[in-house]
Nanobody
Framework: QVQLVESGGGLVQAGGSLRLSCAAS????????MDWYRQAPGKQRKLVAT???????TYEDSVKGRFTISRDNAKNTVYLQMNSLKPEDTAVYYC??????????????WGQGTSVTVSS
């Protein structure tokens, strides 16, 4: 069984920074893709950043140059450093990992979400 535990959300003023963490636990043999999504009130969940096992990184256009996704392989943890935050970044942020356990096929798992509120 895999658990993803997120932390680091909160309330911050515009221009401030937050660092989100997502730690995966369980009998994980390989993490193929690490994603951060966000869902603003009344809107659909949207992909914000992706980091693949091969090191490829992509960002949604609105966060390029402000957000940085990174990982600690030894800890099975993915981070999202968010700088120069704007009120429009306000959302619940979810980590989502595509990973393998033992001889099982790759499966996507989701964290519980962490709330980020940016005040103007």
């Amino acid at each position: 069984q895999v658990q993803l535990v997120e932390s680091g959300g909160g309330l911050v003023q515009a221009g401030g920074s937050l660092r989100l963490s997502c730690a995966a636990s369980g009998s994980i043999s390989r993490i193929n893709v690490m994603d951060w999504y966000r869902q603003a009130p009344g809107k659909q969940r949207k992909l914000v950043a992706t980091l693949t096992s091969g090191g490829t990184i992509t960002y949604e256009d609105s966060v390029k140059g402000r957000f940085t996704i990174s990982r600690d392989n030894a800890k099975n943890t993915v981070y999202l450093q968010m700088n120069s935050l704007k009120p429009e970044d306000t959302a619940v942020y979810y980590c989502s990992l595509v990973l393998q356990m033992a001889s099982m096929p790759s499966t996507r798992y989701w964290g519980q979400g962490t709330s980020v509120t940016v005040s103007s």
